[in-house]
């Protein structure tokens, strides 16, 4: 599999694709409320700090993905253990963006329609992009972006026009102060969507220019283009439907665009809306389920593989129906739960503990080298 290169840049978009995702969906921190794009650019600046860590480790083993390096650190038996926890967590969290647009297409689009046959529809387009490999699913994403902002700009220029924003809406700044900011920033919208870059430490490989600082210079400038972008959507939707409202919404987004009524005539956009979401969750699908494919041929020495890869996409359809009994259960242990027992662990805990790895083994090769020459 590592005869597939990509382009930095090609890297770069698939990075915003995959943090944009479902992160317009339910990640735009109304639980700030007129705060929501302040915390969302605090989890900004936190995920930058996650992903210099995953460079760091990337520069004392070049050219190596994440379960590879694992084995390199911790010995055989234990890394592969832990790359088998990544398998799982990278399933898992496909699993749940599944659901989320799942969920979204029923609640808002398609009532009638019986949630499993969606999820195999997005499934089936999942598992084609992932047999074709992540070359294909690179270009596609350069066009994807294209059609994504060009049409996420059209919107915002009819909300404009319909005069719907009002930025007073956006005041007091600060109204409570740095402690709610913080206390939102830290661990959900740092972890989500910012340090779900860990996925990409599957595909560090792949880089045609893998060097240390171009790779972290491209993950860093994605994060900033995702986090100004998910901020300046979260500002215009409180501008729009008020912060008071805000979580009462369960799609704010989507509730903003249905406003839009332009002469009775440029009206009922939330179809586009939907689409635009359902673009953006199937990159993350697809590159989760790609990562954990990476992983799984790793650890077991496999070559790629489209059955195994059909396998593997089947694990998130299957779980997405069990992992909440509703959507509201769905958010609250997506938003409650997971950041603090499963993405910090994964995105923090076992980073910081492969790096002291790297370290007492780095220290320990030096001090053998003193023996020997001495």
Do not use: C
């Not at 990075?15 to 794009?37: H, K, P, R, T």
């Not at 994504?148 to 930025?167: K, R």
């Not at 389920?289 to 992983?295: G, I, T």
Request: hydrophobic content about 55%.
């Amino acid at each position: 599999m590592n005869k597939e290169k990509i382009t930095n840049y090609q890297m770069f978009l698939l990075m915003v694709l995959f943090m944009l995702g479902s992160a317009v969906v339910v990640g735009l921190e109304m639980n700030s409320q007129q705060d929501a794009w302040l915390t969302i650019l605090t989890g900004m600046v936190f995920g930058s700090v996650f992903f210099l860590l995953y460079g760091y480790i990337f520069s004392k083993h070049p050219g190596r993905a994440l379960t590879s390096i694992l084995e390199d650190v911790f010995g055989k038996i234990i890394g592969k253990l832990i790359s088998i926890g990544y398998i799982g967590y990278f399933l898992y969290i496909a699993a749940r963006v599944t659901r989320d647009f799942t969920d979204l297409i029923v609640i808002e689009l398609m009532m009638k329609t019986p949630d499993y046959i969606i999820a195999i529809a997005i499934i089936i387009v999942v598992i084609y992009a992932s047999s074709l490999g992540i070359e294909v699913i690179a270009r596609t994403g350069q066009l994807a972006i294209i059609f994504l902002f060009g049409l996420g700009g059209l919107v915002i220029v009819f909300a404009l026009i319909d005069q719907l924003p009002d930025f007073s809406r956006l005041e007091p700044v600060l109204e409570e102060g740095w402690g709610r900011i913080l206390t939102n920033a830290f661990p959900v919208a740092t972890t989500f969507p910012f340090g779900e870059l860990i996925a990409f430490t599957m595909f560090f490989p792949f880089f045609k220019e893998n060097k240390t600082k171009k790779v972290v210079m491209t993950g860093l400038s994605a994060i900033v283009v995702s986090g100004v972008t998910l901020a300046s959507l979260s500002a215009l939707i409180v501008a729009i439907n008020a912060p008071e409202v805000m979580d009462d919404l369960a799609f704010p987004l989507l509730d903003a665009i249905k406003k839009i009524n332009i002469a009775d005539i440029i009206q009922r956009l939330d179809p586009i809306g939907i689409l635009f979401l359902v673009i953006g969750g199937f990159y993350k699908i697809s590159l989760f389920v790609y990562a954990a494919n990476v992983a799984f041929n790793h650890v077991l020495k496999l070559k790629k593989n489209v059955f195994m890869q059909g396998f593997l996409a089947i694990v998130p359809l299957v779980a997405s129906f069990y992992i909440a009994e509703n959507f509201i259960e769905h958010l609250y242990i997506g938003l409650e739960i997971v950041p603090y027992y499963l993405h910090l662990v994964f995105q923090l805990y076992i980073p910081l503990l492969l790096i002291v790895g790297i370290w007492v083994r780095s220290a320990f090769e030096k001090k053998k080298a003193k023996k020997k020459a001495s």
